[in-house]
């Protein structure tokens, strides 16, 4: 990439990657002793593991028989152990749904790592822009993390159903406990009820336990799931142009980019004289390769400032014919929105930059400059 394209300015030493010099502990202030790592990617080992699920089997064991007593008391037993059975087999059809549920999304996450992974191996040795193999296989990922995403709404329907089961284990538990001081019982029937008690707190426990867990997996999967969007956004810009962005911008922001982080950009006016630039990039050229540069200034910046928030600014020359001024300052407009969109691809919401046109005396040509707000 040819310097007059795009320049990274940083201040301090630089480190020159291909005309484009960067670096950050001047610009960027480290943050002490807080964790500033990112994430891992999408290939990463630990995004490989994919979403961490549950483990446990929550299989409810039989309901203990007991033999008819012919009193009232007995009766009752008979008819709570009916309904204890009847709720354990209920459990038991939830239980075989989680674990389906469990094994879907692993044998999902699995693919869709394996294709993620084959994807950044061919990126990284370099590839053709919107290689027709690679969208190929990112779609095939893509549809893979909407069948993770459709998994979540089930597991939450399953939820659901649970805590309804839990309120009728509660109930069943009151029940067997008030049967103790019905009239009418011998002392075999107050055992059976000392035996349906225990079993019935038994199931309370499984159930609970079943949901806590039950629970933890939505937690999780839901921000497993939130994490690739973001990084499948960045995968798929780095598919269009053929080079790898690597660990996704949105790694470093609250959620993924969404169709409100692509509105029509507006331009205010701003003054930029005493500011110093994070990226400029000169438009003197057609097809000014500007992306990874400009990825590599923006993971940096938010990696040492999660928090961070940018003005992207179209500039044009101020020495030119009102005529020409005009056509310069929607040029330069122009570039400003091609550079957001490309942000935006890369996972950077909208709302986190703010856009602005000026006009300079120092400009040669239509540019556009990041400044780290």
């Known amino acids: 990439m040819a310097f007059s394209q795009i320049r990274v300015l940083l201040i301090g030493s630089a480190l020159l990657l291909g005309g484009c010099s960067f670096t950050s502990d001047s610009l960027f202030p480290s943050l002490g002793s807080e964790d500033s790592s990112a994430p891992g990617d999408a290939g990463s080992p630990d995004a490989a593991k ?4 549950g483990t446990t089997n929550f299989e409810p064991g039989p309901v203990t028989p007991g033999a008819p007593t012919g009193t009232f008391v007995g009766r009752k037993v008979q008819a709570f152990r009916g309904d204890l059975a009847a709720l354990k087999s209920i459990i038991s059809q939830r239980n075989a749904t ?3 549920l469990r094994t879907q999304t692993s044998r999902a996450a699995a693919s869709y790592h394996e294709l993620v992974g084959a994807i950044n191996a061919r990126l990284q040795v370099g590839s053709t822009p919107g290689n027709p193999i690679l969208v190929a296989n990112w779609r095939r990922a893509q549809e893979l993390m909407n069948a993770m995403s459709a998994d979540v709404a089930k597991l939450s329907q399953l939820s659901t159903e649970v805590s ?4 009728m284990a509660a ?3 009151d029940s067997v406990r008030a049967s103790y001081s019905l009239s009418g019982a011998i002392e075999e029937d107050h055992r059976q ?3 349906l008690e225990d079993d019935t707190n038994q199931t309370v426990v499984l159930i609970e336990r079943l949901l806590k867990e039950l629970n933890g997996d939505i937690s999780r999967q839901q921000q497993y799931v939130a994490n690739e969007r973001g990084n499948l956004n960045v995968l798929s810009a780095s598919v269009q142009s053929g080079q790898m962005y690597g660990s996704g911008v949105s790694a470093y922001t609250s959620r993924p980019t969404s169709d409100a982080d692509v509105a029509p950009a507006r331009f205010g006016s701003m003054d930029v004289a005493n500011r ?3 990226v400029v990039i000169r438009f003197d050229r057609a097809n000014v390769s500007y992306e990874q540069a400009l990825y590599q200034a923006v993971s940096q910046a938010l990696e040492r400032r999660p928090a961070a928030r940018f003005d992207l600014v179209a500039v044009s ?3 030119a014919s009102p005529g020409q001024s005009a056509l310069g300052a929607n040029s330069a407009r122009r570039n400003a929105e091609s550079v957001m969109r490309s942000l935006s691809g890369m996972g950077l919401p909208a709302s ?6 000026t006009t300079s005396a120092q400009a040669r040509g239509n540019e556009v400059h990041l400044y780290l707000r």
Request: glycine share 4%; charged share 15%.
């Open 50 to 53: 994919g979403p961490v699920l």
């Open 276 to 278: 110093r630039p994070l």
């Open 193 to 195: 009820l000392r035996v």
């Open 171 to 173: 109930y069943l538990l």
């Open 352 to 357: 986190r930059v703010e856009m602005a046109a």
């Open 317 to 319: 020359p101020s020495a």
């Open 98 to 100: 989680l674990q389906t």
């Open 164 to 167: 309804s089961d839990s309120a």
